[in-house]
């Protein structure tokens, strides 16, 4: 009988889970957020943020940790140090356009609203647009279909000692705040991400979820209140539930999508991808590719600027 490994969670091997273990918390992809935006200094993070001292301690050392962070320090200023991203970071950019689009399509930011994103590559303002790498065109979450890959197994999970951020991020300038306050919660990022997967039942999300049911249905009613998730019921006696995604819900997708690539290329443990997903109206293995929706080519963070609309 194999040993009971102490403070671990066992579950479904997933690239999206995997993903979530390393960046998945509100403190972590807010940091991220700022160095796309060329703010790398302690001190500057910390007002960028709103962080104290010490989550922001822990937060960079966890992010250099997992190599989506290196620290500089500079011979002429040792007591400053400079954060910068690394290569596993930057593929990052994708989710952030994402993160974005969703930002910008159900919330009012007059801040975020008036920047403008230009394609140095084409020369043209532009609007990111996620695509089918086989046949162009556009990715709609109902028109995705899913098999086990060669990774479908089990993975142990380290238990996470973090607790839930009682600090809203709504307060804030974030560019995508209103998303990293759901997905900033790995529980509750898993939810939506089993709901793309057709999971709709309080007994299949637990299922999948080695989480206690209290914390589930926690999630669920935030989802709910946050008009992720609507409910209708499936029983009547006695009443239970199915947990539907609503528009504004279908429309992360593109998010999960790129994390989900991320997490594949990144996060895997050399026996394949968990997960293969196909592209319903081509029938090819979809890849998803975040592209210009003025030249068609795909988009490096080198070379996507920002400005604000006259």
Request: aromatic fraction near 10%; hydrophobic fraction near 35%.
């Amino acid at each position: 009988m194999p040993q009971e490994i102490k403070n671990t969670l066992t579950s479904r091997a997933s690239s999206i889970n995997r993903a979530l273990d390393q960046i998945g918390d509100k403190w972590c992809l807010l940091i991220i957020e700022e160095l796309f935006w060329g703010i790398n200094t302690f001190n500057a993070l910390q007002l960028a943020t709103g962080a104290s001292r010490g989550v922001l301690t822990d937060r960079l050392n966890w992010l250099k940790s997992v190599d989506c962070l290196r620290k500089n320090i500079p011979k002429d200023n040792v007591k400053r140090p400079v954060y910068h991203l690394t290569k596993k970071s930057i593929d990052l950019y994708h989710s952030g356009l994402m993160a974005i689009m969703w930002e910008r399509k159900y919330f009012t930011m007059p801040a975020l609203d008036h920047i403008e994103f230009i394609h140095t590559r084409c020369g043209k303002t532009m609007l990111p647009v996620l695509s089918c790498g086989a046949c162009d065109g556009s990715i709609i979450f109902s028109e995705v279909f899913y098999r086990q890959g060669p990774g479908s197994t089990r993975d142990v999970r380290p238990m996470k000692v973090r607790r839930r951020s009682s600090v809203s991020m709504l307060e804030g300038d974030s560019a995508y705040k209103n998303l990293i306050e759901i997905a900033g919660d790995r529980w509750t990022a898993n939810v939506i991400a089993l709901a793309f997967h057709r999971i709709k039942r309080f007994d299949e999300f637990h299922k999948e979820l080695p989480i206690a049911t209290n914390i589930l249905a926690d999630r669920l009613k935030s989802l709910i209140t946050q008009g992720i998730f609507y409910r209708q019921p499936y029983q009547n006696s006695p009443v239970r539930y199915e947990y539907h995604l609503t528009d504004r819900g279908r429309d992360l997708y593109p998010y999960f999508l790129s994390l989900l690539q991320w997490g594949n290329k990144w996060c895997g443990t050399g026996e394949g991808n968990p997960m293969e997903l196909l592209h319903g109206p081509c029938g090819h293995d979809l890849v998803g590719e975040v592209r210009c929706d003025q030249c068609g080519e795909e988009l490096i963070a080198s070379e996507v600027t920002q400005r604000k609309a006259t």
